[in-house]
Structures are given as C-alpha cells and as structure tokens.
C-alpha cells in the first residue's frame, strides 16, 4: 500500500470515531430506508439561515399604474415612464 492510502484510511477511521449519535431508536428496529427518510425530513425541517434573496424587480400592481389618463395623453407616458423606467 502505498502512504496516501494508508493516511486516507486513518483519516477516515478517525472521522468515524468522533461521531457520535444525535437520534436514539428506543423501540423497533427501523430498516434504513425509514432512517433515511428520518434524516432527510429532520434536515430540512432545522435548515439554517440562509443569506437574503436577490429577486427580480416586480412592478405588478404597481399603485402608479392605477391612475388612469386617457391613452392618448401625454401625462400618462411620462408618469408611465417616471414611474417604471426609472432605475
């Protein structure tokens, strides 16, 4: 064998006997599918914080949009244009 595996193996035979168990079965011999499924309901149900969500601008319903000027004045366009091209 040659040493990088030899350190693999350690490391991993390492990693194994730090962990210790979170979840005790105290009845019933769940098969490991079902502690699986376990796992994955309880990891998504405590998932952590994540950071803020960038989301795209929506200006639906903008209250601007509810003013009504006849469509061929010119008022219209230019709050129009103010309203949603104003970056």
Do not use: C
Not at 13 to 31: F, S, Y
Not at 59 to 73: A, E, N, T
């Amino acid at each position: 064998m040659s040493e990088a595996s030899v350190a693999d193996e350690t490391a991993t035979e390492d990693v194994k006997a730090d962990h210790q168990a979170h979840i005790k079965v105290l009845r019933g011999q769940p098969t490991d599918a079902e502690m699986a499924a376990l796992m994955a309901v309880l990891g998504t149900a405590g998932g952590g914080a994540e950071g803020p969500v960038v989301r795209d601008r929506n200006l639906w319903g903008h209250p601007v949009d509810k003013l009504r000027y006849s469509i061929f004045s010119w008022q219209r366009i230019t709050l129009w244009e103010r309203t949603h091209m104003r970056r």
